[in-house]
């Protein structure tokens, strides 16, 4: 059998940590700073911390939460506990006390794993007053705890390691990451090994990330993006990790220059910080080969510019979410240039994808309803709900996302928005991701977002909080004059709000909520 036919591929963790190591051996798997671990010592690093935890008497279904910034220290304790089949569930840096010791108590975690100290937060102290009664161990990466914690597990012999690495099976639970909660509590999505290793070697294979490429990832590890197209898919594809545990734009620009990154995805927000900041004149970039994006307001002019003045040679845009495993559709390799701006890409193999009405019923061609998937990356449903299992998930297999989107006759698929987000003027939906797009093409605007507001006589209107690009005026009578050329009446905002910056989360992805909720205070 070819090692490369789908039945002799690793569909394990464990099992890709040990085909990197053999296949890629000494070739850089890990940087940061001084620090370079190559493939072969990566698995030797994770086996040790397996084995730790195999002290510690973790055992296979038991929950390790990861509550840190990007870094090497990261990945390994998140590959070393889901090596011996515990469950890894990741907790937002941006995450306060009670926020995170719900996550903990949900998931009924026994072991955390987090820093002592990141950007003057001390983590441990904001759960002292927190009762978590299924906690045993807390372990600070940044302190001695963790040597003490490796060199505990010294005495568990390397066959009981490789034993237990080999027990991980493929449809094993391999992580929870839990939803923002936007909508409600926070839900634990539950993936398995095969699903993660299945979505991120097509992901991989589809993006052409290849062996040998410097992958720059800015985007936190407790989220898909930088854990499972960042980590998990260089592990797969060979390719080099640089891990930022702290986004800045210059420090970007000095990291491309010097170890020639060639790879650097991350959301929209990403990209217009590198292009606002005054650094990026002369900035040397020219080693950047491909982006890889996705929002639902992923502006065309956005993209031109990541050509024009990034210097990417590649730009992709792609779409999915944590219950998709995080990966639904991607544009291809030879997609133009419009399509790549206008679109997220086509269904991933062995997944559909296709746009419902209210009942459920297929909508036709070009015309918009809600974005449903069905496929091996559908999650396994939400850990210990299973109202809200059924509630996103229906008897016919197909997940419902809560976008909204359209297909057009080549099967490409173009979110316009949320479905929470679309708000009617006058009788008219208005798509807010349609109008940031068009916002986005006056020369002034750096960044938008647009929102729906109440309004005594239509229902609701639209405001466009903007950031302007810098050095350059803006006001909203301005804005408000151009969009009217520019738009259907409906459409244009009748609002203007000009901001330093847009509040945004830790993955990039901006917070109407908080946009909402300002506007009516």
């Given amino acids: 059998m070819s090692a490369n036919t789908p039945a ?21 798997a890990v940087i940061e700073g001084r620090d370079r671990l190559d493939f072969v010592t990566f698995a030797d690093r994770v086996r040790a911390v397996s084995a730790a935890f195999l002290a510690a008497g973790i055992t296979p279904g038991d929950r390790v939460a990861l509550w840190a910034p990007n870094s090497p220290s990261w990945l390994l304790a998140a590959f070393g506990a889901a090596s011996v089949g515990a469950v890894a569930v990741p907790l937002s840096t941006r995450l306060k006390g009670r926020e995170a010791a719900f996550i903990l108590r949900r998931s009924g975690a026994r072991v955390l794993v987090t820093v002592d100290e990141f950007l003057g937060i001390r983590y441990p102290q904001l759960l002292t007053d927190q009762a978590l009664p299924k906690l045993e161990l807390t372990l600070s990466l940044d302190t001695a705890d963790w040597q003490r914690f490796l060199e505990a597990g010294a005495g568990v012999g390397r066959a009981r390691v490789d034993a237990a690495w080999d ?14 909660g936007t909508t409600g509590d926070p839900k634990g999505v539950l993936c398995t090994h095969a699903q993660n290793v299945r979505v991120f070697r097509t992901w ?20 898909t993006f930088g854990y499972k197209a960042g980590a998990l898919a260089c592990l797969i594809q060979g390719a080099t990790m640089y891990p930022v545990a702290v986004f800045d734009a210059a420090a970007v620009f000095d990291l491309v220059a010097r170890e020639q990154i060639s790879v650097l995805p991350g959301p929209p ?88 009405d209210g009942q459920g019923r297929t909508v036709a061609t070009g015309e918009a309803g809600e974005v ?17 299992t059924a509630a996103a998930i229906d008897a016919a297999g197909w997940l419902h996302t809560g976008d909204v989107g359209v297909l057009d006759e080549r099967g490409y698929l173009r979110i316009t928005d949320r479905i929470k ?16 797009k068009l916002l986005a093409e006056h020369p002034a605007v750096a960044q938008v977002a647009v929102i729906g507001v109440p309004d005594e006589r239509q229902g609701e209107v639209g405001k466009a909080c903007v950031v302007p690009r810098p050095g350059m005026h803006l006001d909203g009578e ?18 203007v709000q000009i901001l330093d910056a847009l509040p945004v989360n830790a993955a990039g992805k901006v917070q109407k909520f908080a946009l909402r909720e300002a506007h009516q205070r």
Wanted: proline fraction near 7%; glycine fraction near 8%; charged fraction near 20%.
């Fill in 269 to 356: 927000t990403l990209y217009q910080s590198l292009l606002s900041h005054p650094g990026l004149a002369a900035a040397r970039l020219d080693s950047l080969r491909l982006a890889v994006t996705g929002a639902a307001s992923v502006p065309p002019v956005l993209i031109t510019r990541m050509r024009s003045e990034l210097k990417f040679r590649s730009v992709l845009t792609a779409y999915g979410l944590t219950e998709s495993t995080g990966v639904a559709t991607i544009c291809p390799h030879d997609a133009d240039d419009e399509t790549v701006a206008t679109r997220c890409g086509l269904p991933i193999p062995g997944v559909e994808v296709r746009c419902a």
């Fill in 478 to 495: 301005t804005l408000i004059a151009w969009a009217r050329g520019n738009m259907a009446n409906y459409k244009v905002p009748r609002y």
């Fill in 167 to 180: 027990q991980v099976a493929p449809d094993d639970i391999a992580d929870m990451i839990f939803t923002s």
């Fill in 8 to 28: 002799a591929q690793p569909l394990t963790l464990p099992r890709v940590l040990l085909h990197a190591a053999d296949a890629f051996g000494a070739a850089p």
């Fill in 421 to 436: 987000d679309v708000y009617i003027v006058g009788g008219f939906n208005c798509y807010p991701a349609e109008i940031e």
């Fill in 372 to 388: 449903l998937v069905r496929g091996y990356n559908v999650m396994r449903g939400y850990y210990q709900d299973a109202a809200a």
């Fill in 204 to 223: 991989g294979d589809v993006v052409r990330l290849a062996r040998g490429d410097r992958y720059l990832i800015v985007n936190p590890f407790f989220h």
